[in-house]
């Protein structure tokens, strides 16, 4: 270290520590909207944009979009459609930026925490990428929004395309270089979908009102090209403890899980099996199993997608009624379709390499014995056997769910009896959350975050509130 680095961290004995951060943006941004006679819309705006986070080379950035509607029933032939009460087409094409989260990735930095002798001494702390650039997003928009009988009934639909290229991810890279992995634009990925919603009032009249609307997403997301051409594996960044292993491979899901195929247990013996899966030798193996090779050694099989952590359909279900000062309202979730990875049951349910630990009720219930030869879990033999907590397609199930996320039940007093003691409004209420779920998988919270996967986190309690507001 020299002398000119005025920094507490080059100092031979330390007696504090200190450290600085920080990013810097520059922007120019610019919009034009334009309307006529309230049925012709249009709108369009351009921005640049700088970033310290990028090198000088690549740090500018230039965005826009366009955008246009057409309100149909303000047009003249509409008048006599009495039964629409709004009918909208809308458009939109636009392009922006998604920056990377590191402060200087670009940059190959110098950390000194490495003493020598006792003396002060320094090392690179970064693999820094120099060729970085913004991750670019277009984005088509097409929508039909619609209203009958005075709003009576109302929804949209909505097609949507999203091509994100030079995508931004952390890779692994060789230990040889003393990192495990830099951060890259790796390549581009395709989301694209249907967005509907429909809503209305079931019930309306001077006493009751009743109201619903349901919306969900059709989403298919796939990786299109990479770079580097080699295909990417990658951990799960949430958690700290790498629960799931993905694959980017041209063609394939953007959230595909990449592991050992788990062929269940032996029930002649109680012993775990693993597909083989050697490309170009289906029957490569110790033995066949369905007509495939398979194996008791998960290291004669070899990785393979074994999983999509997205959905095929998700989305959510709203009713609200009012009744004489009454009101319920009830909200769900749902998701159709897709897989969970539960990297908290390689601890939990391992046939032997934590023979010490209590293991979860699952594992009794369910594992082989010989008198429990349909048990669907393998026999714990205690030989620190690392079978389970290999990433395998024997920690996945079934993602569907649907939870009621949200009720609330209230009764406002009557203004006649509240008034006579100075009080304006009084409503007392019941507030309850995630107080019913039902879905496929049993054992642990199926709402989980956008890997697709659980860990050792926290699950999602029920919550119950009971108040009284007052208004004077």
Do not use: C
């Amino acid at each position: 270290p020299s002398s000119s680095l005025h920094t507490v961290a080059t100092a031979g004995v330390k007696d504090s520590r200190a450290y600085s951060w920080g990013n810097s943006i520059m922007s120019a941004l610019s919009r034009v909207e334009y309307n006529y006679d309230q049925k012709y819309y249009a709108s369009a705006s351009y921005r640049q944009d700088g970033s310290s986070k990028l090198s000088p080379e690549a740090r500018w950035g230039h965005f826009y979009s366009v955008a246009g509607a057409w309100r149909v029933d303000k047009e003249a032939f509409m008048q006599d459609v009495k039964y629409i009460s709004n009918l909208r087409v809308r458009a939109s094409y636009g392009v922006n930026g998604t920056l990377p989260e590191e402060n200087y990735a670009w940059r190959l930095l110098t950390g000194y925490d490495d003493k020598y002798m006792d003396q002060a001494g320094g090392g690179l702390s970064t693999m820094g990428n120099a060729k970085l650039s913004w991750e670019t997003n277009y984005s088509t928009n097409l929508g039909l929004d619609f209203g009958l009988f005075d709003q009576r009934v109302f929804g949209s639909i909505e097609y949507f395309n999203r091509d994100s290229r030079d995508l931004l991810q952390r890779v692994p890279i060789s230990r040889v270089t003393g990192f495990s992995s830099t951060l890259r634009n790796i390549g581009s990925i395709n989301n694209k979908g249907l967005e509907i919603t429909l809503g209305g009032d079931i019930i309306r009249n001077n006493n009751i009102r009743w109201s619903a609307t349901v919306n969900g997403s059709f989403v298919n997301s796939e990786v299109t090209k990479l770079n580097e051409g080699a295909d990417i594996i990658w951990t799960d960044p949430t958690g700290g403890d790498s629960r799931a292993q993905f694959i980017y491979r041209p063609g394939e899901s953007t959230l595909a899980f990449y592991g050992y195929e788990y062929a269940g247990v032996d029930p002649a013996n109680g012993r775990s099996r693993y597909f083989v899966n050697k490309e170009g030798d289906k029957t490569a193996g110790d033995f066949l199993l369905d007509g495939r090779g398979a194996t008791y050694n998960y290291k004669n099989a070899n990785y393979t997608v074994i999983g999509n952590a997205m959905p095929k359909f998700y989305g959510g279900l709203s009713s609200n009624v009012d009744y004489k000062g009454f009101t319920l309202g009830l909200n769900f979730i749902y998701k159709i379709g897709g897989d969970l990875y539960d990297g908290a049951e390689k601890d939990v349910a391992d046939d032997g390499y934590y023979w010490e630990r209590t293991r979860s009720k699952i594992q009794y219930d369910n594992m082989w014995t010989a008198e429990n030869p349909k048990g669907n879990l393998p026999l714990i033999r205690g030989t620190d056997l690392e079978d389970a907590i290999q990433y395998s397609s024997r920690h996945i199930y079934n993602a569907s769910f649907l939870r009621l996320k949200n009720v609330t039940l209230g009764y406002n007093l009557p203004t006649s009896v509240i008034s006579k003691v100075g009080i304006t409004n009084t409503r007392v209420f019941f507030t309850g959350s995630n107080l019913l779920t039902i879905s496929k998988y049993k054992v642990a919270d199926p709402e989980v975050g956008q890997f697709g996967t659980r860990g050792w986190e926290t699950p999602i309690g029920k919550t119950y509130t009971f108040g009284i507001e007052l208004s004077f």
